[in-house]
């Protein structure tokens, strides 16, 4: 019987590993997740939203106009930093046109009414960018 309760030991033993194991496992996944919520809040096409833009178009100069200034805009002063008429047929034009790369959550946002900036002021301006530590995360 001396052997029988050796080997019960040694299954007691593995067992208890396995349930650590499992913990673990948990832990990650949870932290796995954790990340993936976090990484939601971050833009898509960090570093892309230029090349979206065709050089000389009214978005592309929009967009030159609201770095220059680094501050949103309403549409009326964004048409008079471009040297446009400030009609209704422009506003109506380059606010839908801002409008769809704001719906699509890309280069520009909306802050307040018919007024734009880009993404990457607004989102600095909210908050400053956070360098993360190498350590973070890790479970030392």
């Given at each position: ?49 230029d ?45 839908g ?9 890309q ?34």
């Open positions: 019987m001396h052997i029988r309760e050796q080997f019960q030991k040694l299954l007691d033993r593995k067992q208890q590993e396995i349930m650590d194991l499992e913990l673990q496992i948990e832990k990650a996944k949870a932290y796995v997740q954790a990340l993936q919520d976090s990484m939601r809040f971050l833009p898509r096409n960090h570093g892309q939203e090349a979206a833009l065709r050089p000389g178009t009214a978005l592309a100069l929009a967009r030159d106009v609201l770095q220059a200034e680094g501050k949103p805009m309403h549409i009326t002063d964004i048409l008079k930093a471009m040297n446009k008429p400030t009609d209704k047929k422009n506003k109506l034009s380059l606010s046109s801002l409008s769809t790369y704001v719906r699509n959550g280069i520009f946002s909306r802050p307040a009414p018919n007024t734009f900036a880009l993404l990457e002021t607004s989102k600095t301006s909210a908050a400053e960018e956070i360098d993360l530590p190498e350590e973070f995360g890790s479970d030392r």
